[in-house]
């Protein structure tokens, strides 16, 4: 079955960097219309969508509240998606995941999404 597993995250200073990591296993990147998707969740606040990857063609877009800050890549052959977050503010402090669906869609909408990582925390100090 398909999972997602999700590293990376920890505890910087305001101003560093982090790059966070989503294993899939189950199915390939390469031979699949699967978009793999980032969404966080702070404390208190509903989960969005920040940024997205389309894994067979790299096709990628971008929340505009993170797009200058974030980088969102993938490696076929580890069978990975990656996000960059550099310059990170204390507002990025949240629980991170990495979301699939395979049926090719290009959303925003937590719904949309039937396969879910566990989550890798990132927590940024000022």
């Known amino acids: 079955q398909v999972q997602l597993v999700e590293s990376g995250g920890g505890t910087v200073q305001a101003g560093g960097s982090l790059r966070l990591s989503c294993a899939a296993s189950?199915?390939?990147?390469?031979?699949?219309?699967?978009?793999v998707t980032w969404f966080r969740q702070a404390p208190g606040k509903e989960r969005e969508g920040v940024a997205r990857?389309?894994?067979?063609?790299?096709?990628?877009r971008y929340a505009d509240s993170v797009k200058d800050r974030f980088t969102i890549s993938r490696d076929l052959a580890k069978n990975t998606v990656f996000l960059q977050i550099n310059n990170l503010k204390p507002e990025d402090t949240a629980m991170y995941y990495c979301?699939?669906?395979?049926?090719?869609?290009?959303?925003?909408?937590?719904?949309?999404?039937?396969?879910w990582g566990q989550g890798t925390q990132v927590t940024v100090s000022s």
């Open positions: 189950g199915y390939t990147f390469s031979g699949s219309n699967s978009c």
């Open positions: 979301a699939a669906n395979l049926r090719g869609l290009g959303t925003w909408a937590a719904a949309d999404f039937d396969y």
């Open positions: 990857i389309f894994t067979s063609s790299g096709f990628t």
